[in-house]
Structure formats: structure tokens, C-alpha cells
């Protein structure tokens, strides 16, 4: 949820250069979450770094295709911020129950057929 946050406030404001105190100052984070958010978006190629400042970061222009996916996002963050949210952490929701699952206990009904 906080990478979404700090991608959709870049992604407002893609004309400025972004820190991570910068990050943490505007969406009241923690700085250490700020500079993870930021590191992640820049390793997985959406962020690019500034030359001048290697603490600054920004929406890469080279991005273009993605940067009306990012807005499509945007819009429906605004629209139905509670389906957003489900869809983020239904996965792992998921994920979370299928390993609880393979640690429960089979009934004694399935051992005496198995």
C-alpha cells in the first residue's frame, strides 16, 4: 500500500525530483518506508535516479506506455480506493491461506480413506 502511495504521489507531481525525507514529509511515513518505497520502484525500473542528487528520484520519462497505466491507476485509486485496496492485499490474503492450509491437520475420515 505505501509503494502505491508513493508512486501515485510521484506520478502526481512527475516533474519533481523526490528524497526520501521529501517523500516522508508529504505522506507522513516513516523515512526508513519512504526510502524502501522508493528503492523498490527504482529496481524494478519505474523510478529513475537524479545524477546531481543520488537521494532523488522521479517517474522515469522513459516509461511512457506505462505512464498511462499509472494514471488509469491513478483514477481508480481516487474512484474506489476500498476496491483498490482489497485487490492489493486480497492476494495476499490468499497467499496467507493456502500456507496455513498446508499445515492443517487431515480429518480422520480422509487418513482412513487415503
Same mark, same amino acid.
Given at each position: 500500500?505505501?509503494?502505491?502511495?508513493? /508512486?501515485?504521489?510521484?506520478?502526481?507531481?512527475?516533474? !519533481?525530483?523526490?528524497?526520501?525525507?521529501?517523500?516522508?514529509?508529504?505522506?507522513?511515513?516513516?523515512?526508513?518506508?519512504?526510502?524502501?518505497? /522508493?528503492? %523498490?520502484? %527504482?529496481?524494478? #525500473?519505474?523510478?529513475?535516479?537524479? %545524477?546531481?542528487?543520488?537521494?532523488?528520484?522521479?517517474?522515469?520519462?522513459? !516509461?511512457?506506455?506505462?505512464?498511462?497505466?499509472?494514471?488509469? /491507476?491513478?483514477? %481508480?485509486? !481516487?474512484?474506489?480506493?476500498?476496491?483498490?485496496?482489497?485487490?492489493?492485499?486480497?492476494?495476499?490474503?490468499?497467499?496467507?491461506?493456502?500456507?496455513?492450509?498446508?499445515? !492443517?491437520?487431515? #480429518? #480422520? #475420515?480422509?487418513?482412513?480413506?487415503?
Amino acid at each position: 500500500m505505501a509503494e502505491l502511495e508513493v /508512486l501515485l504521489l510521484l506520478y502526481r507531481y512527475h516533474d !519533481r525530483w523526490w528524497t526520501p525525507e521529501a517523500v516522508n514529509e508529504e505522506l507522513r511515513m516513516s523515512l526508513q518506508s519512504a526510502q524502501d518505497c /522508493l528503492g %523498490h520502484l %527504482h529496481a524494478v #525500473k519505474v523510478l529513475e535516479r537524479s %545524477h546531481e542528487d543520488p537521494n532523488g528520484f522521479r517517474i522515469d520519462p522513459a !516509461r511512457v506506455g506505462d505512464d498511462a497505466v499509472i494514471g488509469q /491507476l491513478a483514477e %481508480h485509486f !481516487r474512484l474506489r480506493v476500498s476496491s483498490v485496496i482489497d485487490a492489493i492485499y486480497a492476494s495476499k490474503r490468499d497467499t496467507m491461506r493456502e500456507f496455513a492450509d498446508a499445515f !492443517r491437520l487431515k #480429518k #480422520k #475420515k480422509e487418513e482412513d480413506d487415503g
